[in-house]
């Protein structure tokens, strides 16, 4: 009861990291902003009949010394467990109660995924922070734009592209502890270096980015007789772009990432996995090709990517006394094509096919598996209607068919209205019906518990909310409150007599229903504050990992055109977990008690638009808490950094 009465008091003052931003900056949640996520163009906010949460390229740059996962988990009705763990352990992302598989990540628009992974799922480890320029957050099913994967949200992350200038780089350097509560080490554990060169003729456009991460000092397992693990990550990026004419565009582009680490694995909550033979290293290489090609009444694009991805183990086996191979491949190929028709100012059609295409292959001590029998590939037509009238009347509905090489064709749809009241006070408001699916992964249709007999998952997904400015747009607000139903989920079918096991649809559905709400509020020109609070009530066969209460809030303080100060709070609910038990080889459950977060941050400018420097502090009260049962957390840690421009 203490730690929410504290929560509440906290957030009555604080909310989420933003900075206070200057009249001509571009602000998160302003419905004078122009998103895509929503029908794959760009369109001003106040006629999407979503609410999208946006992290622009100036708010990134006020999270200095964030990765990924801690950015993407302050924002409304995200939960990526695992961010305030060691650098290595696998994440997990949760959105209106539902998991990675149920999670689409694009990259510039395209869908990225593992092919090799069980669920499908991407590995966010993957991605640097700095290389990104923009993150749009869409929560619920979207299946009709995205197709598989997106049932409960859509996260689309744009890389950095080239400057308008003729050349322009940077380069960074941030160092930083990597501390538990009971480590008070504060000397360099945690390195991130890189650098980027783009620019831009008349023609032709460039980008090419390097980043570096290491990491050590901190074990996955947690207590204090275990072996620090060791995290490092490369990655190259480059784009390259021609405009051929003044309607047609021709981008190209290329990037590698590789992680490595060490890894332990909590048995029975004791460590008893604690082994420095225990080593894995991801790899993905992907290019791809997107023309665009603007004409008098639309646009036509071509995404195009391939992408490969390689994951393999060593991983020390107690039983035989050996070191075990793993070894898993996969391949995926993406073509969506769509087009833009505005049969006029007020009404427009998407109209597109996207294909795709995975195989995998494997090779492990438990069996392997052939490229030539693990593989599908899918084609997908859909459409989409958007009207926007001149009295505030808007909506967004299609169909999309999914025809898969396995299993059949599946038809999904949305319908979206919302109304955009022009008056003194901005106000719309809106609700959708959407439905969406997730296709078995080749994992699940072909490993030695394959099924070929699964059948998509099924969600369907009802909201309603409304966003508003007020006060000449110094304070915003919004709220959407949705309900989920999940049917034919997968599952696994174990026979204690005959040892039989298989994937399996589930019979009967589950629910999840909750709230999600945003304020930010400009008090001075140097002064804002902003939050949000997520309440996710979920059945109990998904209720793992999910705070029923979730708030994010904070204070940001630019005195001074070139200095810039932040103070940002969490607070985490109570959630549900489970571990195994090797004593009675038994699943067993257990509750995490809440926790809260109190982090501070300061930028100072020291050469006007060349040199940055900054600080931040982290846990600052070095709270003890657990965030997955048997793993590690970090304590109290300092981090600083420097930015040049060129």
Not at 532 to 549: C, G, M, S, W
């Amino acid at each position: 009861m203490k730690k929410s009465v504290r929560a509440m008091a906290i957030l009555a003052l604080l909310s989420t990291c933003a900075y206070a931003q200057e009249k001509d900056s571009v602000k998160v949640n302003a419905l004078d902003e122009v998103v895509i996520s929503d029908t794959k163009f760009a369109q001003r906010k106040e006629k999407s009949g979503k609410v999208i949460s946006v992290i622009s390229a100036e708010e990134l740059e006020k999270k200095s010394g964030q990765n990924l996962a801690t950015v993407l988990s302050q924002v409304a009705g995200v939960e990526i467990n695992g961010n305030q763990s060691a650098n290595g352990k696998n994440l997990g992302y949760y959105i209106r109660g539902g998991k990675n598989r149920q999670i689409l990540i694009l990259i510039d628009g395209i869908p990225v995924t593992d092919a090799s992974g069980i669920s499908l799922e991407y590995d966010l480890r993957l991605l640097p922070v700095e290389q990104i320029e923009k993150i749009e957050v869409m929560k619920g099913a979207a299946s009709t734009l995205y197709g598989t994967g997106a049932a409960t949200g859509v996260i689309n992350i744009t890389l950095k592209k080239a400057s308008k200038k003729t050349i322009h780089g940077n380069a960074y350097v941030n160092i930083g502890s990597n501390n538990t509560t009971d480590n008070h080490k504060y000397n360099g554990q945690d390195f991130n270096q890189g650098f980027s060169v783009s620019g831009n003729t008349n023609k032709i456009n460039y980008f090419a980015g390097l980043n570096s991460t290491e990491t050590k000092g901190m074990s996955q397992i947690d207590g204090n007789n275990y072996e620090p693990d060791s995290f490092s990550r490369q990655n190259i990026l480059t784009k390259l772009g021609y405009k051929a004419t003044e309607k047609l565009t021709l981008d190209f582009f290329g990037n590698y990432d590789k992680l490595n680490n060490n890894y332990d694995l909590p048995f029975d909550n004791t460590g008893f996995e604690d082994n420095s033979l225990n080593k894995t290293t991801s790899e993905q290489f992907r290019f791809g090709f997107a023309p665009k090609f603007k004409y008098n009444k639309g646009e036509f694009n071509l995404n195009t990517s391939f992408e490969k991805i390689k994951r393999d183990y060593n991983e020390y086996n107690a039983y035989t006394a050996a070191t075990d191979y793993s070894l898993y491949q996969s391949r995926s190929v993406i073509v969506d094509a769509f087009n833009k028709y505005q049969f006029s100012n007020q009404f427009f059609v998407v109209t597109g096919a996207n294909f795709q295409f995975h195989d995998m292959a494997t090779d492990t001590p438990y069996g392997n598996l052939e490229r030539e029998s693990t593989k599908f590939n899918m084609i997908d037509p859909y459409v989409t209607f958007v009207y926007s009238s001149n009295f505030g009347l808007n909506f967004n509905a299609g169909a999309r068919l999914n025809e898969h090489s396995e299993y059949g064709n599946h038809l999904v749809y949305n319908f979206n209205p919302s109304f955009h009241f022009m008056t003194n006070f901005p106000l719309k408001v809106l609700a959708s019906y959407s439905t969406a699916y997730i296709t078995p992964s080749l994992y699940q249709l072909y490993s030695e518990y394959g099924n070929t007999e699964l059948t998509p998952e099924e969600n369907r997904t009802v909201e309603a909310g409304f966003e508003t400015e007020l006060f000449n747009k110094k304070l915003k607000l919004n709220a959407v409150g949705f309900y989920r139903d999940e049917k034919n989920s997968f599952g696994f079918f174990f026979d204690n007599i005959t040892f039989d096991s298989y994937y399996i649809n589930l019979d009967g559905s589950n629910r999840a229903k909750g709230v999600e709400t945003e304020l930010s509020w400009d008090i001075t020109t140097k002064v804002r504050v902003n939050g949000n609070y997520t309440f996710t009530q979920v059945d109990e066969a998904l209720n793992r990992l999910i705070p029923k209460h979730k708030v994010n809030a904070g204070l940001d303080f630019q005195p001074t055109t070139r200095s810039f100060f932040n103070v940002s709070y969490q607070y985490f609910d109570a959630r549900n977990d489970a571990f195994f038990d090797g004593n009675t080889f038994m699943t067993q459950n257990v509750k995490l008690d809440s926790y809260q977060l109190l982090n501070a941050m300061a930028k100072y400018e020291l050469i006007k638009s060349r040199l940055t420097i900054f600080g931040s502090v982290t846990n600052i009260f070095n709270e003890e808490f657990v965030e997955n049962i048997g793993y590690s957390t970090r304590g109290r840690n300092f981090k600083m950094g420097v930015t040049i421009i060129l």
